[in-house]
């Protein structure tokens, strides 16, 4: 398959030879939920490349709520033979659309994921959370699967009063009065949620608590902050903190996120959860924007502070707080791009997709 973006082939060439045993996926059907989502539709082109390369029989079925909006994400991906497109949504009875599908593995990634329609439909953020997830592991418990992978993330930590070094047994606080804690609290509930699932029926699951992903393959309206940070140095604009930018950041180039989920995939243990970030990319908001502004953009913007007191935006709470890795890092496991380089490729895909 001929891939026009030169950044998103080197990635994917770079994940089929990661040191995956791929064999463990070869001829297995996987359902993806989340498919139009930036996690679900890079893990799934990247499975597909690999598939084409590696000849290993792999069948996607990919969950959608809008097939137009798959089009525009996938391009010739769209057509390949291998990945079947579902229009649904997670909230519906599955047994309306996929009732008479084999499933070996359920990738379940679809999440709200933007602050503002957190706090504008906090009630839809919820059901979304946790109906779509009850439905995916129902599924998961009568299709009798292999594996299902729930795509958590860090905010499911909380905040901590004090710079942390977090591993998976740590917990923070999350305000439950706060209208923008409904993500932090749903990614906490559907995770115990799995581990029911996993004690009560032995659905065997396995959570991945992603940092900030970012970099090449970023869907065109993608709109968090490192996004805004790039569109930025891409348009020569200041860029424009509406916080103090002290919450510390972790992220993960977006290739080495789904290499972990891989790992995690073939390598890892029913009923675990795993922290997935890079461990040099701990920044915070305010250090991140003058790297792009001096170092990606040569200086030639600047960082302009215009704070936002009533939060009508919804950012997350400050945390300061490092992920430990040391547990996906025992499974082989090992990230490969640095912040700068992060968005330095992330920015040559966008300018190339234009």
């Not at 059901?127 to 599924?139: C, D, F, P, S, V």
């Not at 200041?238 to 080495?256: F, H, Q, W």
Request: proline share 2%; with cysteine; glycine share 6%.
């Amino acid at each position: 398959m001929v891939i026009e973006d030169s950044i998103l082939n080197e990635d994917f060439e770079y994940i089929a030879e990661c040191g995956i045993d791929f064999s463990a996926l070869a001829g297995k059907t996987v359902l993806v939920t989340g498919a139009t989502g930036l996690i679900g539709s890079y893990f799934i082109r990247a499975m597909a490349f690999c598939n084409e390369l590696k000849k290993l029989n792999i069948n996607i079925l990919a969950l959608v709520r809008n097939i137009e909006k798959a089009k525009t994400i996938y391009g010739a991906f769209y057509d390949d033979p291998a990945i079947r497109f579902i229009e649904s949504d997670i909230n519906d009875d599955h047994h309306n659309y996929i009732s008479d599908e084999h499933i070996d593995i359920i990738i379940h990634a679809a999440s709200v994921t933007t602050s503002k329609i957190m706090v504008e439909k906090p009630v839809e953020t919820i059901r979304t959370a946790l109906i779509g997830t009850e439905n995916m592991l129902k599924l998961a418990e009568e299709k009798k699967v292999s594996l299902f992978v729930y795509v958590s993330s860090m905010e499911a930590y909380g905040t901590f009063k004090e710079s942390v070094y977090v591993s998976e047994d740590d917990m923070g606080y999350i305000d439950p009065v706060k209208i923008r804690s409904n993500y932090s609290l749903c990614k906490r509930m559907c995770e115990n949620m799995c581990i029911a699932y996993y004690s009560e029926y032995g659905v065997p699951v396995r959570i991945a608590r992603l940092s900030q992903t970012f970099g090449a393959g970023i869907l065109p309206w993608e709109n968090r902050v490192f996004a805004q940070f790039a569109r930025s140095a891409i348009e020569n604009k200041d860029i424009v903190l509406r916080t103090k930018g002290l919450s510390e950041g972790n992220y993960c180039y977006t290739r080495d996120t789904i290499t972990a989920l891989l790992y995690l995939i073939v390598k890892g243990k029913d009923g675990e959860a795993y922290n997935i970030a890079n461990e040099a990319n701990h920044t915070n908001i305010a250090d991140m924007a003058e790297l792009v502004a001096q170092k990606i953009a040569d200086g030639r913007i600047k960082v302009v502070f215009d704070i936002d007191e009533d939060n009508r935006s919804g950012y997350a709470p400050d945390t300061k707080m490092k992920l430990n890795t040391s547990k996906i890092r025992s499974l082989g496991w090992t990230p490969s791009v640095d912040m700068e380089e992060s968005y330095r490729r992330m920015i040559k895909s966008m300018v190339d997709n234009k």
